[in-house]
């Protein structure tokens, strides 16, 4: 039935992934468009998609995990030019 009705695909991935049963990824191979164009669909349909930010504290892990805690950061560095870590 989906395969003979494409349209029916797209307004099953675009009800999955509003009612966030599946990623925006998902929902596009559902539908069997593109990324990018199962964005254009949604625009379409006028569903507006709403991207939150990650919070202070998990950007500050993501930045303490690649860079070293922030205590290592404000150490006295062993250089001559600078008084404290580049980080």
Same mark, same amino acid.
């Given at each position: 039935?989906?395969?003979? @009705?494409?349209? *029916?695909?797209? %307004? =099953?991935?675009? &009800? *999955?992934?509003?009612?966030?049963?599946?990623?925006?990824? /998902?929902?596009? &191979?559902?539908? $069997? =468009? +593109? *990324? &990018? $164009?199962?964005?254009? #669909? #949604?625009?379409?349909?006028?569903? @507006? /998609?709403?991207?939150?930010?990650?919070?202070? %504290?998990?950007? /500050? #892990?993501?930045?303490? #995990?690649?860079?070293?805690?922030? =205590? &290592?950061?404000?150490?006295?560095?062993? $250089?001559?030019? +600078?008084? =404290? /870590?580049?980080?």
């Amino acid at each position: 039935m989906l395969d003979v @009705k494409p349209s *029916l695909k797209q %307004d =099953t991935a675009v &009800e *999955l992934y509003k009612s966030e049963k599946v990623s925006l990824s /998902r929902a596009a &191979e559902i539908s $069997g =468009t +593109s *990324l &990018e $164009g199962f964005k254009d #669909l #949604l625009e379409l349909k006028g569903m @507006k /998609r709403v991207v939150a930010a990650p919070s202070k %504290d998990k950007v /500050r #892990l993501g930045v303490d #995990l690649i860079f070293g805690s922030e =205590t &290592e950061c404000s150490k006295p560095s062993l $250089g001559r030019k +600078s008084k =404290t /870590r580049a980080c």
